[in-house]
């Protein structure tokens, strides 16, 4: 008995760990299916966007990501929306997105963790709770995208 509890502990190590990717796994399929669903129209399936219509996405958000304030910023544009014109990788942009706060937390952690991952090569992971703790506090659409501007003037841009 004493000789296998190694054993037994490698076990117990090694279902925690394919525990937590299988998870990981599920997330972002989902995380991809409610893209699908929710945010390609505009934002395109490539995560390229529209001119004129939607920023991309793709390569936006990566350092973003690293920052705390920063991913409050990325939960903020899905529960409170953000308009007025902002600068992205492809210039000048002025545009609206609605408030996707219909969606639940785990909806919203699994969309954005799909489009760091995706769209961003990221490893950061939103979780439900960041989405919970801002529904009570939205912040008017303006007000994103100045929080966009503190972001990114920390990160030296995109
Ligand atoms: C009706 C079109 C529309 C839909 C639907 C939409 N967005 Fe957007 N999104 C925009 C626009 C427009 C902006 C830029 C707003 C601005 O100019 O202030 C934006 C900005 C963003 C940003 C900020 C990008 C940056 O560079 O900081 C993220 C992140 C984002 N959207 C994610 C999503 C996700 C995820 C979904 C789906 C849940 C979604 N959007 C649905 C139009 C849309």
Known sequence: MIRMFPFIRFLLIAAALSGASVY???????????????????HQADGEG?????PPLVGA????????????YIAHVLISGMAGTIKTRGGKFTGAMPS????????????ASYVLT??????VV?????????????????????????????????
């Open 61 to 72: 958000l990566k350092k973003v990501a690293e920052l705390d304030q920063g991913r409050t």
């Open 126 to 158: 939103l979780q439900p709770e960041g989405f919970a703790a801002l529904r009570s506090k939205p912040l008017p659409p303006a007000e994103v995208r100045k929080l966009r501007e503190q972001v990114l003037a920390q990160v030296g841009g995109q």
């Open 24 to 42: 990981a796994q599920r997330a972002n399929a989902a995380g991809a299916d409610l893209f699908a669903r929710h945010c390609v129209a505009c």
């Open 100 to 111: 996707q706060a219909a969606l639940s937390d785990h909806e919203l952690a699994a969309i």
């Open 50 to 54: 529209i001119p004129g219509l939607a």
């Open 118 to 123: 995706t769209f961003n090569a990221s490893p």
